[in-house]
Structure formats: C-alpha cells, structure tokens
C-alpha cells in the first residue's frame, strides 16, 4: 500500500527504520529482530540506503527478507550519491520489480573521507530533484522526505532550510519524516512553521531511543540533535551500570513518544538500528491513538 493512503487509512501509523546488515550474521540478527518488532503490528518498514551507494543492493536485500516474513509494506531509502539519472531509474524499476511501492527519497551525504556532497555527472543535487524524478517515473509510488527540526547543518537559514522542504512537498512529497530530535519543543515549533508555510503532508517525528552513554557522541556528531541535560545528568549518574543507562534511555524515549502523542502526531517512525529491545519496551508502555 502507498504511503499516502496509509496515512489516510489509519489515525496513528507505526513505522521501524532499519539499515542493511553487513554480514550474514547480521542478517540474521536482523531477521530475529523484525520477527520481535512485528508483534507491534507496524504499518511499514523502511530500510536505509549506505553513504556512497555502497548498499545499494544490501538495501533491497534486506526489504526481502522482511517482505518474506511478513505482507506489510516496505519502502527502501534511496539517495543521489554517486547515481546518475539512469542509475537512479534502474533501481526503481528493480524495486518495483521486488513489489515495493514507498521510496524515502534522500540526497544524502559526501562518502567517507569526502568533504561535501558533490552531484554526480549525470546525476541529481537535492532531494527535491529525486521526488521529481520518481514521480515522474511512477507516479504511483509512495514518497517520503526527510526534514529537518533543528534544520539540516548545511542550510544557509531555518527559513530557506523550510522553503526548500516545501519544494519537495510540491514536488509530490506524501509526507516528511524528521531527523531524530530530543526536545518535542523544537518538533513542535518546526511543525507550527511547516504549517505556517503550507505544508499540509503528514509530518511524523523519527525517535530514537538513547539507550547508552557512547551512543550520545555518535547521535550528536552524526546529525547535530542535541539532547536534554537533565537526560544526559540521569544518563551519567548511571556510571558503567549498562542495565541502569538503558533503563534511563527507555523512560525518556517513552516520555518522548507520550508526549508527542498527546500532540497530535500522525505516527512515529522509529530508528530501530535493527535491534527490537528498546522499542518493544517503549511500545509496550505506550497507548497508542485508534481512533
Ligand atoms: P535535501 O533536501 O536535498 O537538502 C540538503 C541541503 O540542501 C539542505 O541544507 C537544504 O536546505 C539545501 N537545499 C535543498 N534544496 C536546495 C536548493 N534548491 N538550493 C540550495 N540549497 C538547497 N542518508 C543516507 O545516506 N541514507 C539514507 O538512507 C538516509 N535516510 C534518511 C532518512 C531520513 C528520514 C532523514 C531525515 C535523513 C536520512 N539520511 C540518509 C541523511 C541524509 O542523507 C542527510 O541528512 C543529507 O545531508 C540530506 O538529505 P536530504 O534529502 O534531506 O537533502
């Protein structure tokens, strides 16, 4: 099922995130994972799609074996990153060809050791261009975008930072996911603005769950999300005791999603990172909206 009618359909939409493993172990892992994850009925997985292209077929990959699990429906990330135009389509065509139906259309990043992103010849410079590009190509295809709460590093302002995510909105954008934040403030100011602009697609919060003090660093130089002190305080006072950070990392998670729930949200997306503990434990401590 598109992504749009998915949203249509249901009053609250539940959907994982994962990322293709690198070895058959892995896979495995990640397969157990899914099976443990689908007992919270989600509406779609989504898997990413590696810096550089280097996942490309990793990424369809691992939307079979969860296709082969279970009937709900997928949607592969897909990015601009070393892929020219006809790249770009022949990878469609095999997604479709696989009966996947929802893109996450991404420019994405420079490859490890580059400084930028730079477009490739022949190839496509914002994520607005690859909306275009699959619409275009299939038009029937379920597209989802990413934005930006903090807004994204690179943009010169907040308000060109909006504009530009309109532009993919009016490209055909069904709805946004956001970069993974903290503060539901910051989320909630983002989403006022992106009304304020004429935004009008579903815009769902991605969440994910913090469950260890070395995982702080990464998030924060990864993409900038910055995180509460008295989350970090709580985190800290753990000391080494990795029962105690996890536990620290769920509360908070859960609160998080409560909160944003009690907000309005249309659907959380959550980073899995291909693991189901953390999640199941925040899903199982949440209502979630039926009606
Ligand atoms: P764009 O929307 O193209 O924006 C990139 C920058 O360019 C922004 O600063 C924007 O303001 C600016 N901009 C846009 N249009 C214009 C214009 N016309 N003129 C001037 N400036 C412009 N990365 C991966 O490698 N693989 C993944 O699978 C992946 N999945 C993701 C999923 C989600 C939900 C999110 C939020 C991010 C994901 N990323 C992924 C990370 C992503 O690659 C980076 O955040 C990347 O830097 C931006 O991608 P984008 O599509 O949001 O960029």
């Known amino acids: 099922m598109p992504l749009a009618e998915i949203y249509k359909t249901?009053?609250?939409?539940?959907?994982?995130?994962?990322?293709?493993?690198?070895?058959?172990?892995?896979?495995?892992?990640?397969?157990?994972?899914?099976?443990?994850l689908?007992?919270?009925?989600?509406?779609?997985?989504?898997?990413?799609?590696?810096?550089?292209?280097?996942?490309?077929?990793?990424?369809?990959?691992t939307l079979a074996h969860v296709q082969a699990l279970s009937d709900i429906p997928v949607a592969s990330h897909l990015t601009c990153v070393n892929a020219t135009i006809d790249d770009l389509k022949s990878y469609l065509a095999k997604a479709t060809a696989q009966g996947i139906k929802n893109i996450v259309a991404i420019r994405g990043d420079a490859p490890e050791g580059e400084a930028s992103f730079q477009t490739t010849e022949g190839g496509l410079s914002y994520g607005k261009d690859l909306v275009k590009l699959i619409r275009s190509e299939y038009p029937d295809f379920g597209i989802a975008v990413g934005g930006y709460p903090e807004t994204h590093p690179e943009a010169v302002s907040p308000d060109a930072d909006l504009r530009h995510l309109k532009e993919k909105v009016d490209c055909g954008a069904d709805l946004i996911v956001t970069q993974l934040f903290y503060n539901n403030e910051v989320f909630l100011r983002f989403r006022d603005r992106c009304t304020s602009a004429g935004i009008d697609v579903p815009i769902v919060p991605g969440l994910l769950p913090v469950t260890n003090f070395n995982q702080v660093k990464r998030i924060t130089a990864l993409c900038g999300a910055t995180l509460p002190n008295d989350f970090l305080h709580a985190l800290e006072n753990c000391g080494d005791d990795a029962e105690a950070q996890f536990k620290v990392g769920v509360e908070q998670a859960t609160q998080q999603a409560s909160d944003l729930i009690a907000h309005g949200v249309p659907g959380i997306h959550f980073y899995v990172l291909n693991k189901s503990r953390a999640t199941s434990e925040v899903l199982r401590s949440l209502k979630l909206p039926t009606e």
């Open 10 to 36: 249901n009053p609250f939409v539940l959907s994982f995130e994962l990322f293709p493993p690198k070895t058959d172990k892995g896979m495995d892992l990640l397969v157990e994972n899914v099976r443990q």
């Open 38 to 61: 689908l007992e919270f009925q989600p509406h779609f997985i989504t898997c990413t799609y590696g810096a550089g292209g280097s996942t490309r077929d990793k990424t369809l990959d």
